[in-house]
């Protein structure tokens, strides 16, 4: 199936246009939106899936869930899908917290937490995208990132959150 993706300009007003997947090298001025979700225990502990070794980019490596936007949907509905896809969990929209927005170079990143304690070899992982999960401390997940086991856009955005998980208790 072919995924399209809303286009939008460097203020996030709607373009109106769509973009196919894949496509958006060399789009000057022009961004989607991606989600990441946070899904963190009742221990502190952060969700890591494994990016499936089928993925072109960053296979075999640790990240947080996530996804683009879809064309016709919006952030929260993608955030939802994307945790449901990738690893099984299903929660109500009222459990899912928007953190806040982390702009890069063609894309506007909706960062969310999420509060689960499904324990991670109950998870349902997606084929092709996630081969498999776990949550870990702080300091593992520092020490995936300075072992460059985590997808290098995930360790970016770790930083830039850095504040919000402190207050949340993973720091």
């Not at 064309?71 to 009222?94: K, M, Q």
Request: aromatic share 10%; net charge negative; proline share 4%.
């Amino acid at each position: 199936m072919t995924e399209y993706w809303d286009l939008y300009d460097e203020d996030r007003r709607p373009l109106g246009r769509t973009v196919r997947r894949g496509k958006m090298n060399g789009m000057n001025g022009e961004y989607h939106i991606v989600v990441m979700i946070a899904t963190m225990n009742s221990h502190g502990q952060l969700l890591c899936t494994l990016r499936s070794p089928e993925k072109p980019t960053y296979p075999n490596v640790w990240e947080l869930t996530a996804g683009s936007v879809i064309a016709g949907e919006d952030s929260r509905t993608a955030a939802l899908r994307e945790l449901r896809e990738e690893t099984g969990i299903v929660i109500p929209d009222s459990e899912l917290k928007f953190i806040m927005t982390v702009k890069e170079s063609t894309a506007f990143i909706d960062c969310y937490i999420v509060h689960c304690d499904t324990p991670a070899e109950e998870l349902t992982l997606q084929e092709g995208e996630t081969a498999d999960a776990k949550f870990v401390s702080r300091h593992e997940f520092e020490n995936m990132i300075s072992r460059k086991r985590v997808a290098f856009p995930v360790a970016r955005r770790y930083h830039q959150l850095y504040d919000y998980l402190m207050q949340e208790g993973f720091l």
